[in-house]
């Protein structure tokens, strides 16, 4: 699958510029170009897709519900809990390109997309990515106090740290010089994080001489990060977070265990037993991934069946281990199939990282909390590899979940 990343900020449906950039399979940088209409960006990717399908990240809202023009959950939580505020429009107030503008023009030359990443790398699809945020999640990896977990409040050090401002500097009033610097100042900041290629961004801002060369490095700067962090989420979603629902609006970034934990916090929801899956649709949620057989010899009549599903493609998660059980509230989903709670009652996980973790299965059992939570069954062998209340992050891959479901 080939990958791209688009500053389209500055794009319009018939005037503007806009920056793509292209990675090849180490993810360096392949080919920049620069378009001035929707139907210039589809002729470029026809151009260098040749049919293959293709990953587009875009920094300009994708998926915006029914109520367009207002504002998305999504964009509240970044400014809640990571201190970054999307933007959502242009300075004069225009709004940028929308994600159904760019479908159409894209199915126009004949390249179809989803409106979100296809992880399978079957079909194209779009990924709405904004270069801030890319940039401060980078800038976080490499602080000390990504490392340092005894720090008192680590969410306040996250929501203030801050990556120097390079576009929008003091419109009409900063100079050449300081736009230069700030934009300098930003490209350094993050030069050294993983899988990010800025060489053309540095060779371009080392060759600009006005404020119009430096705005063009500043967008082909943010065109690496927004493809850089596109390749990442295909590559290595551990390393990534989802943040919000493709329909209603998300964004993706860059996160590591500590990000992700803060970005996708979720209000604890009081699941009961009582909750089912109908039989038939479990099947339908599933059989794409999995396996499914009843766990009884005989269905009883108007009694719940306990069904089996072994996972093919293995569900992804990680939780951080805060209890002597393990809260669904602390789980956060990395990838694969994502795994229906409704009538949940037992998983069989395999933990990633140990050096005996390859081969060897752990089980959790349903509580009888109200709010969705597993014990460690048993606790002799967790406790050897999860020590009670150590407070990490553990990452595991479904083997096999057992359900309660009715007829």
């Given amino acids: 699958m080939r990958i791209f990343g688009a500053d389209l900020r500055e794009l319009a449906v018939a005037s503007g510029t806009g920056t793509i950039v292209a990675l090849d399979a180490r993810g360096a940088v392949a ?3 620069f378009v001035g209409d929707l139907p210039a960006l589809a002729r470029e990717l026809h151009t260098q897709t040749s049919g293959e399908p293709f990953l587009l990240a875009v920094d300009v809202p994708v998926a915006v519900g029914p109520a367009l023009g207002k504002a998305r959950r999504v964009d509240g939580w970044v400014r809640r809990r990571l201190g970054v505020r999307l933007k959502t429009a242009k300075p004069d107030g225009t709004p940028y390109v929308s994600g ?4 159409t023009a894209l199915a126009m030359a004949g390249h179809p997309c989803l409106p979100f990443p296809d992880r399978d790398r079957r079909q194209s699809g779009l990924a709405e990515i904004h270069p801030e945020l890319v940039a401060k999640a980078l800038l976080w990896e490499s602080s000390t106090a990504a490392t340092a977990r005894e720090l008192p409040d680590r969410e306040a050090i996250l929501r203030a ?11 009409g009033r900063a100079s050449w010089g300081e736009r230069y610097a700030s934009l300098d100042a930003a490209v350094r900041a993050v ?3 993983d899988g990010f290629d800025f060489r053309a961004a540095l060779g371009e801002l080392e060759r600009a001489r006005s404020d119009e060369a430096v705005a063009k490095a500043a967008s082909l700067f943010d065109a690496t990060l927004i493809a850089g962090c596109a390749r990442r989420y295909l590559e290595e979603p551990e390393r990534c977070a989802f943040l919000g629902l493709r329909e209603s609006g998300y964004v993706v970034l860059p996160a590591d265990a500590f990000v992700r934990r803060v970005a996708l916090r979720e209000a604890a929801r009081a699941t009961g037993h009582a909750s089912l899956f109908p039989r038939e649709s479990l099947a339908s949620r599933l059989t794409p991934h999995a396996s499914l057989r009843p766990s009884a010899l005989l269905d009883m009549p108007g009694q719940a069946q306990r069904i089996e599903a072994v996972f093919e493609s293995q569900p992804r998660y990680e939780f951080d281990n805060l209890d002597e059980m393990m809260w669904w509230k602390h789980c956060r989903h990395l990838a694969g199939p994502e795994l229906p709670v409704d009538g949940l009652h037992e998983i ?3 933990l990633d990282g140990g050096a005996d973790d390859a081969t060897m299965s752990l089980r959790l059992v349903r509580s009888r909390h109200k709010t969705l939570s597993f014990r460690f ?27 309660d479901a009715v007829g």
């Fill in 191 to 193: 030069s050294g994080s």
């Fill in 377 to 403: 069954e048993p606790p002799t062998a967790w406790r050897p590899r999860v020590p009670p209340r150590d407070g990490k992050t553990y990452p595991f891959r479904v083997l096999r979940a057992t359900f």
């Fill in 161 to 171: 740290l801050s990556v120097p401002a390079y576009r929008d500097v003091r419109p």
């Fill in 31 to 33: 080919n920049v170009a």
């Fill in 348 to 350: 069989v996980v395999r």
């Fill in 100 to 103: 159904s503008e760019l479908i």
